[in-house]
């Protein structure tokens, strides 16, 4: 498909992304189905490097038969074998094969066994764990056929026409003996093309069906975790209002996040597997819508047993989900509170902590005074003690000095020089130390 336009002789640069979105409307076009046939489809759990070798086995198919094999951005190919015709498509998280079969008008429905009809698909190795296997036979409506209950089990028969009555669709849901879930089809005047896209949207119906439910075995695993998380988180809570100790917040503080890292390593791993439940719902929702369900008698249609039987499942999905933000922001509320007390504590301590430093500083600065004023006091002893030496020996030698008188003037001399030098180094040195802190 070309996504260039030209005008005259001018070619309009296209988007890089334009011939994708214009061949994605496309995507997996409807194949027109004579009627009868048998179509057996299945889908695989193919999620990383298994669609990876899934297409590479079909790839060796292919070469092995002489058939173009897919591209490597083909997500659909479809290839005939003779009178059966193959169709694989490749999604997200699965892969889809479709055996196309002509089936004979006089045979009963569902024989021969599907088990005998499918080996094309022992062809390829299997892509990964089966996720669905439907045996599907669409066949020309006759009085005879109208009686579908007896091919399926009653309680869970549900049964429908399209939305004009050009045919009639039947399914009990269940897999028989072989594991094939049955699909009974019969046209009263759909013609080839309708008859193709009828029956790919009920192979899609129960394909998707069965994807939206891999999420209950999910929510039922962490029900229990909830329960526990639900129930711890109470008791924290009741626990918090009877602690105020910063070891007994610190100790509940752990236990929350404890709790917290439990619910969020749930949550991680169920966010794809919910968002998936939901988002395949809303196909099968869609599906069900596009088709027009008509009631046959007394019978369910799809829609109504769909919804009886499904709905509350995709509900436990979903409900789970919101326990699981809720209980995670009710999670984070009790930790912010607990850090609020625990910081709060902590600031307290601090401010205990620098009011005994200042305590401390207060009783050294007295200390460091007084023993400044004792050092005054000796030193300057001594260095009165030497000037007397120094004035009586100068009296001795004849200098008119009295020895006593001058010591005595020298007594405040030698005390307020003292104090001041003993003063200024102080001052020095606490000036470097604030030099240092800066």
């Not at 390829?124 to 045996?135: C, E, F, R, T």
């Not at 029956?199 to 899609?204: G, N, S, T, W």
């Not at 711890?232 to 910063?246: I, N």
């Not at 979903?318 to 933000?325: K, P, V």
């Amino acid at each position: 498909m070309s996504a260039e336009v030209i005008i005259g002789d001018k070619r309009l640069a296209p988007h890089r992304l334009r011939a994708a979105i214009l061949g994605e409307v496309h995507a997996r076009p409807f194949r027109a189905l004579p009627t009868p046939a048998r179509i057996l489809h299945f889908a695989f759990d193919t999620v990383g490097e298994q669609a990876h070798q899934d297409r590479n086995a079909l790839t060796e198919l292919c070469v092995r038969r002489g058939v173009t094999p897919p591209l490597p951005s083909d997500r659909h190919f479809h290839i005939t074998f003779g009178g059966t015709g193959l169709r694989w498509e490749q999604h997200s998280e699965f892969t889809t094969y479709t055996i196309e079969l002509p089936a004979d008008p006089d045979t009963p429905p569902f024989h021969p066994s599907p088990a005998s009809l499918a080996t094309p698909m022992t062809l390829v190795p299997q892509p990964g764990p089966l996720l669905v296997a439907i045996d599907l036979h669409l066949m020309t409506d006759r009085p005879d056929r109208l009686a579908v209950e007896r091919h399926f089990n009653r309680p869970s028969l549900a049964v429908a026409e399209n939305s004009d009555g050009t045919a009639v669709y039947a399914t009990d849901f269940h897999p028989d003996p072989e594991g094939f879930v049955r699909i009974l089809v019969l046209d009263r005047d759909l013609g080839p093309e309708r008859a193709g896209a009828l029956v790919q949207r009920l192979l899609e119906l129960e394909t998707y069906r069965t994807l939206a439910l891999l999420g209950l075995p999910k929510a039922q695993e962490l029900t229990p975790s909830i329960n526990r998380i639900e129930r711890g988180l109470a008791e924290l809570t009741s626990e918090l209002q009877k602690t105020s100790s910063l070891a007994d917040n610190n100790r509940l503080l752990d236990e929350l996040t404890a709790l917290a890292a439990e619910l969020e390593a749930g949550a991680a791993g169920s966010l794809f597997r919910f968002g998936a439940s939901r988002a395949y719902d809303d196909i099968v929702q869609t599906r069900l819508r596009i088709i027009g369900e008509r009631k046959v008698g007394g019978l369910p249609t799809w829609s109504s047993f769909l919804a009886r039987r499904m709905a509350p499942a995709i509900r436990t999905c979903i409900a789970t989900e919101e326990r699981q933000a809720n209980l995670s922001r009710k999670l984070a509320r009790a930790a912010q509170l607990l850090r609020t007390r625990v910081d709060v504590e902590v600031e307290q301590q601090n401010r205990d902590l620098l009011r005994s430093m200042n305590a401390r500083t207060r009783m050294q600065l007295r200390l460091q005074t007084t023993v400044e004023g004792l050092s005054v006091a000796a030193i300057s002893y001594y260095v009165v003690g030497l000037f007397g030496y120094l004035v009586k020996g100068l009296h001795d030698a004849g200098w008119p000095i009295e020895p006593t008188f001058a010591t005595a003037i020298f007594v405040p001399i030698a005390a307020l020089a003292i104090w001041w030098t003993v003063r200024r180094i102080r001052h020095r040195h606490v000036g470097k130390d604030d030099e240092h802190e800066v």
